[in-house]
């Protein structure tokens, strides 16, 4: 009897942790979003890109052509084993959008080819315009979201408390760990990643092959810098168009045993 009561009073205060802990959840994420509907502002990213790393998927290159290639990458133009460039997010707690930065302005000798990334979560919409072999292309689809691992670990990145996430790109052979923030459940993210539970803080593609990390985060008041350019010219296609256009490059430059991402943006 003495002992049927104790584990009663067990249950109920196992119970009552749970509850409790419950509670704090909903109240965390509640929280989280109440600030994220308030949120607006532009990242900072750092790209640092390492083509030692990026040749080491290149299995189908014979040793001879992998140097070569490595000491075209990293020395003929002129940025070495290593090469750093920047990029701004601008953001509020629907919409996204993502292009190269002014900064980069002075090493962009050729000029900068065309990259803006917008994503509309509230419409589930994406409105990118991206240059591909020359040609410029809008393309305008729904967001389908990359199936995303998320795993257990956690950092800090720019004063936020992160976990992470791994999702397998087999179009470009790419392993990709991105880290989200906890407390900013917005789903967007640098380049063309998105779809986990917070912003993305930072990518790594491939063990350090490219690696983009948020460097400043700037809260501030938005007027059009979410918004698509009006007068951007190219052919519109779909994302599934895309897709198509970017395998067929792939599979070119892997048959002419050249590196997959020849002509690409990695």
Not at 102 to 108: C, G, H, I, P, T
Not at 121 to 126: A, E, I, M, P, V
Not at 139 to 162: F, R, V, Y
Not at 219 to 229: H, I, V, W, Y
Request: hydrophobic share 35%.
């Amino acid at each position: 009897m003495f002992q049927s009561s104790i584990h009663t009073v067990s249950r109920k205060a196992q119970s009552s942790k749970l509850i409790k802990t419950f509670a704090l959840t909903v109240l965390l994420l509640s929280s989280a979003f109440s600030y994220a509907q308030k949120l607006e502002g532009t990242i900072r990213y750092i790209k640092t890109e390492n083509v030692e790393k990026k040749m080491m998927v290149m299995d189908y290159l014979s040793s001879l052509r992998l140097d070569g290639y490595t000491y075209s990458y990293a020395h003929v133009y002129g940025n070495g084993n290593e090469s750093t460039s920047y990029s701004v997010l601008s953001f509020n707690a629907t919409r996204t959008r993502y292009e190269d930065s002014d900064e980069n302005e002075a090493w962009f000798n050729s000029g900068r080819a065309e990259f803006i990334i917008t994503r509309d979560f509230s419409k589930h919409t994406l409105h990118d315009i991206i240059e591909l072999l020359g040609k410029n292309y809008i393309i305008e689809d729904s967001l389908q979201t990359p199936k995303w691992k998320i795993m257990n670990e956690m950092k800090e990145i720019a004063g936020h408390i992160c976990m992470n996430a791994l999702y397998n790109d087999t179009i470009k052979k790419q392993k990709i760990v991105g880290w989200y923030a906890l407390d900013i459940p917005i789903s967007g993210g640098p380049e063309r990643f998105f779809g986990l539970p917070g912003l993305l803080l930072e990518v790594d593609v491939n063990d350090g092959a490219m690696v983009i990390t948020a460097d400043k985060i700037e809260p501030k008041k938005l007027t059009t810098e979410l918004d698509f350019p009006k007068k951007a010219k190219g052919k519109k296609i779909s994302e599934k168009g895309y897709i198509a256009l970017l395998k067929k490059k792939i599979d070119e430059n892997r048959k002419q045993e050249k590196p997959l991402f020849d002509g690409l943006r990695y």
